[in-house]
């Protein structure tokens, strides 16, 4: 079993639409949490840190569910700029500063 | 506005031949990781140094590749001899490792073996 898990997609969405991505991790013990966006042929770069509580900016809202071991994310009213490969990141316990990235969901917002 | 940078943007090398990739991490941070990226296996973690000193390199095929950082503003990344299967994204990234756990990557080096 892969420690971080995506639908790999890819999720078509029209412009405007809300959609949503899970992704699980298998170590109970994991300390951190993040959403990357990754565009065709650039790097990742970091969208937003996921907390206890859950948290919001702008559009994206990430929630964390620790006793289910998965990881969320929302995005509402979805431009086409939204369209890329999202990747869902964990940092394990005892893992130092390293991070295991997922596969990454794509998505694309069509007209 | 800071950013990690690398060199070459782009390399295509004949099998056999050795390849070296350079990264300059953001300045002030003391994390840099080297990750290697394909269409089948995602992004692979394959060395992580923590104050210049490598941590972590299991990721890493230890008969071809070798990472160093010689000074605190530059991390490099050799393969030799480079394989047709080492074609990949090779990505580097730098953390401020105070308490904080995010990275930031660089634009990456896109690595042809023929």
């Known amino acids: 079993r892969k420690e971080v898990e995506q639908d790999p997609g890819p999720f078509n969405v029209p412009e405007g639409a809300t959609v949503a991505f899970n992704c699980t991790y298998s170590?109970?013990?994991?300390?951190?949490f993040f959403w990357y966006r990754q565009d065709c042929r650039k790097e990742p770069k970091l969208l937003m840190s996921?907390?206890?509580s859950g948290n919001e900016d702008g559009r994206f809202t990430a929630q964390l569910n620790r006793a289910s071991q998965y990881i969320s994310l929302l995005i509402r009213d979805s431009k086409l700029s939204d369209s890329a490969t999202y990747l869902c990141v964990v940092r394990g316990a005892n893992a130092g500063n390293m991070l295991t990235f997922g596969g990454g969901t794509r998505l694309m917002v069509k007209p | 506005d800071a950013r990690v940078t690398q060199t070459p943007r782009h390399k295509v090398t004949e099998m056999g031949q050795e390849v070296t990739m350079r990264c300059q991490p953001i300045l002030g941070h003391n994390t840099v990781f080297w990750y290697r990226q394909t269409m089948m296996q995602g992004l692979e973690l394959l060395a992580y140094f923590r104050n210049r000193a490598p941590l972590d390199d299991s990721g890493m095929p230890k008969d071809r590749f070798s990472a160093e950082m010689p000074d605190a503003t530059l991390a490099t990344l050799k393969i030799q001899p480079s394989e047709p299967r080492d074609s990949a994204v090779y990505f580097c990234?730098?953390?401020?490792?105070?308490?904080?756990?995010?990275?930031?990557f660089g634009p990456g080096t896109r690595l042809t073996v023929t």
């Open positions: 996921v907390y206890s």
């Open positions: 990234a730098s953390g401020s490792g105070t308490g904080s756990y995010e990275q930031y």
């Open positions: 170590n109970s013990a994991s300390q951190s």
